[in-house]
């Protein structure tokens, strides 16, 4: 079964193809069109590995409604669709279940050169035994902190076992990628071993300011002078939504006319809603439709501490908005405080708070702030990932079969 891509959706590298095509299994529990950022950013990656002439083999649940809408006629990749379940409080997302007996038949009959795992759950597990069966190289992403959602859901006596099946997941693979350096030595400390650095892109050409609507802002009652303060994911716990609270109230004692719009939709909801009855929500977006309403916004507020990398910070970078964050994941390794973005450290809500009222404050600095913001989210090109994930892979595959080896390329750190 194929599916297409979208033009539109496409950032076009200007990175040479590898001379050595290879076939790939990419199994992840989460594609579009589900929304969030494992599901993005692997799509991004696929896209990049098909056009870099790789056959690339999808692995995934089905998903509820309907499947992935088509995005351009060219490149194409061979999906494989598994039973999946829904996932508590989140019945737009499935959870695949185990599947290995199907995966050994599968790959025994069209062997992969590797597999790469995107996420840990039942249908990654069973991945990596059925590669493990059939002596597969496999990789992985460490993707999203679950270990660090416990203490947000009264299961904290459950991080250290979560902690102990990930590191256990990950070791069995030849190599694991994560998105951070900060994440890496946080990783190696705790057990983990062949780490490999792989980031994230960001698609400047969709998140845009010029995208930007007056007829939106109007929608939120936000003049074109007026400050719009916002916040894109999902409205749940483990996110620190409260913090975006205090930071909002600390504005509009500045600017009174200031407005909150939280972008997207969870269990939170109700509760942020009771709380600030006078923010704007949005529901979830997607696509162009996302890209606008970053663009309309003034100051990003992302206060969670329980991100691998977080891509709405770069995507609302990307569409120059002055960004307030903890200096944890992507906005820790990309923002500089008072450049290109304002920063807290880690847990201190005080400091967190008294940067979005800095960033209020001063209209010169936050301008400055957010065209700085833009200028470092066009550094981070998708082909440039690719390329570094194409290495990881080439270094697992390089381990396994030792006498291979491409001119001029050595595995992967």
């Known amino acids: 079964m194929k599916t297409a891509h979208d033009a539109d ?12 095509s290879r076939r790939l299994a990419v199994v992840t529990e989460t594609y579009p069109p589900e929304v969030n950022g494992v599901a993005m950013s692997m799509a991004r990656v696929v896209d990049g590995l098909n056009r870099r002439n790789h056959d690339v083999q999808l692995i995934r649940p089905r998903q509820p409604a309907k499947l992935a809408p088509p995005l351009s006629g060219q490149p194409t990749v061979d999906e494989v669709l598994t039973k999946g379940l829904p ?13 290995k007996r199907t995966l ?14 995107a996420t840990e759950g039942p249908l990654g597990w069973s991945a990596l035994q059925a590669a493990q069966h059939l002596a597969l190289p496999v990789t ?8 660090a959602y416990g203490k947000h859901y009264r299961l904290g006596l459950l991080s250290k076992p979560i902690m102990g099946y990930l590191r256990k997941f990950h070791n069995r693979c030849d190599a694991t990628m994560v998105p951070t350096q900060a994440l890496r030595v946080l990783l ?7 780490l490999s650095v792989v980031g994230r892109g960001v698609d ?13 802002r109007e929608s939120w009652g936000a003049g074109p002078h007026d400050l719009v303060l916002g916040y894109v994911g999902r409205l749940a716990p483990e996110k620190n939504l409260g913090v975006v609270l205090a930071a909002y109230e600390a504005a509009k004692a500045l600017q009174p006319r200031a407005r909150l719009v939280f972008i997207g939709d969870g269990p939170m909801r109700p509760e942020l809603a009771a709380r600030a009855p006078d923010a704007i929500f ?37 569409s120059r908005c002055a960004v307030v964050a903890f200096e944890s994941a992507a906005a820790g390794e990309l923002i500089h405080s008072g450049v290109n973005g304002w920063l807290a450290g880690p847990g201190r809500e005080a400091d967190f708070v008294a940067a979005t009222r800095m960033a209020v404050s001063d209209a010169a600095a936050r301008a400055a702030v957010a065209e700085a913001a833009r200028a470092t989210a066009r550094r981070l090109d998708w ?8 290495l990881v892979l080439e270094g697992a595959i390089a381990r396994a079969e030792p006498s291979f080896r491409l001119a001029g390329l050595q595995p992967a750190a």
């Open 140 to 147: 992985s992403d460490y993707r999203t902190n679950f270990h």
């Open 204 to 216: 400047t050409q969709r998140f845009d300011p010029a995208r930007r609507s007056a007829a939106m």
């Open 87 to 99: 996932v508590p409080l989140y019945p737009n997302l499935r959870m695949g279940v185990p599947a």
């Open 383 to 390: 082909g440039d990932i690719t390329a570094r994930f194409e």
């Open 282 to 318: 949005t529901g979830q977006r997607s696509g162009d439709d996302l890209a606008a309403h970053y663009a309309g916004l003034d100051l990003f507020l992302f206060p969670s501490l329980t991100e691998t990398f977080g891509n709405v910070t770069t995507e609302a970078m990307a």
């Open 188 to 194: 190696a400390e705790r057990g983990f071993e062949r």
């Open 104 to 117: 050994v038949k599968l790959w025994s009959l069209k062997r992969p050169d590797v597999v790469h795992i």
């Open 9 to 20: 959706d496409i950032l076009v590298d200007d990175l040479p193809a590898p001379r050595h």
